[in-house]
């Protein structure tokens, strides 16, 4: 994961919080991954929902990622995990590559661990911003 400062806003960290510490999440067990992400989101910039940057992946935020090594361009919904679904790309925030997304802003180059080592993907659109629409993510 990249080790600059993330854009949270109040609403997805407090959201985030309850879902890292939820009797199945707690079940997994200790996860180095889930702990640099609880560390990265309590060091995040946190900002209300009315102001966060509209270039700033949030919760339930349409990204595409380009990855390079494959030349290919990929769009995801970052959404919670009840509503995960990788077949219809809609990502789950305790994903590896949606650890790694949430909080981004477009045009960065993200990195995560994944079982073939470090991987990199440039954000390469943010396509829709709830909060960006006026909608909250309730």
């Known amino acids: 994961m990249s080790t600059d400062r993330r854009i949270i806003t109040a609403l997805d960290q407090q959201k985030l919080a309850a879902v890292l510490t ?16 609880r560390a990265e989101l309590e060091q995040a910039e946190i900002v209300s929902p009315e102001s966060v940057p509209p270039d700033v992946v949030t919760m339930n935020s349409t990204v595409c990622l380009y990855d390079a090594d494959f030349d290919v361009t990929d769009t995801y919904n970052l959404v919670y995990p009840v509503d995960a679904d990788i077949f219809d790309n809609r990502l789950s925030i ?33 396509q829709y911003q709830p909060e960006r629409e006026g909608v909250l993510n309730l």
């Open 22 to 37: 939820n009797a199945l999440t707690q079940s997994v067990g200790p996860d180095a991954q889930l702990e640099a992400f």
């Open 94 to 126: 305790l994903n590896p590559m949606g650890m790694a997304v949430l909080g981004r802003r477009s045009g960065e180059v993200i990195r995560w661990q994944n079982a073939n080592g470090e991987h990199e993907m440039k954000l390469k659109e943010l």
